[in-house]
Each structure stands twice: as C-alpha cells, then as structure tokens.
Nanobody
Framework: VQLQASGGGLVQAGGSLRLSCAAS????????MGWFRQAPGKEREFVAG????????HYADSVKGRFTISRDNAKNAVYLQMNSLKPEDTAVYYC???????????????WGKGTLVTVSS
C-alpha cells in the first residue's frame, strides 16, 4: 500500500486546512487509518484515527473539537479537516494505515510521506 498526503501549506492562526491522503496498491484490505504529526525537535505524535467503516474515530486531546477525520473508501482517501489552527499545530503531518484499531504510531503497517503545515501567529 502506498500513501500520499497532500494539502499542507501556510495558514494564519485561526484558519483552516484540509489534508488529504490517497491510497494506492493493495487497498482492498480493511485498514484503519490515522494521521500523525511531527514538529521540529519533537517526537511523532498521534493526531486522529478512523476505522475502515468510518464508524469510529478518536482524537488526541490537543485537537479534539478542532480537527475532524473522515474517509471515502470508494476513492481510497482519508481526510483531516483542521479548523481553528494554532501555531503549535505546525508540523509535518503523515497519514498511515493499520490492520488494527485503535491505532498507535508503533502499530502502523504503512506510512506515507508527510505534508508540511505551518501556522503563523
């Protein structure tokens, strides 16, 4: 499975961005999907996860109420809608796939290349 994240960019604090993750290859397996991020000098951290059906989601406390994860299995895509962005959200964002749920960084089976999100104050 190949994953490609896109949609990052520069945005002012309080603004919004929508990240997309396109999956290709062996996408017939029922993968849970997640978004992670890594800020400069920090470890990669979990942001949001979603089951294959989309029926269950979970979020890091730092993004609850501001970020929404969703997926469109017909398009093999996962999205992360980010609202009310803060400077501390600045990071490289990665999408990843897992055969299990709930997800954690150490449990992911496939990782995509990241997309940079920069939030200016």
């Amino acid at each position: 499975v190949q994953l490609q994240a896109s949609g990052g960019g520069l945005v002012q604090a309080g603004g919004s961005l929508r990240l997309s993750c396109a999956a290709s290859g062996r996408t017939s397996f029922y993968f849970a999907m997640g978004w992670f991020r890594q800020a400069p000098g920090k470890e990669r951290e979990f942001v949001a996860g979603i089951t294959w059906s989309g029926g269950n989601t979970h979020y890091a406390d730092s993004v609850k109420g501001r970020f929404t994860i969703s997926r469109d299995n017909a398009k093999n895509a996962v999205y992360l809608q980010m609202n009310s962005l803060k400077p501390e959200d600045t990071a490289v964002y990665y999408c990843a796939a897992s055969r299990s749920y709930p997800i954690a960084a150490g449990d992911m089976d496939y990782w995509g290349k990241g997309t940079l999100v920069t939030v200016s104050s």
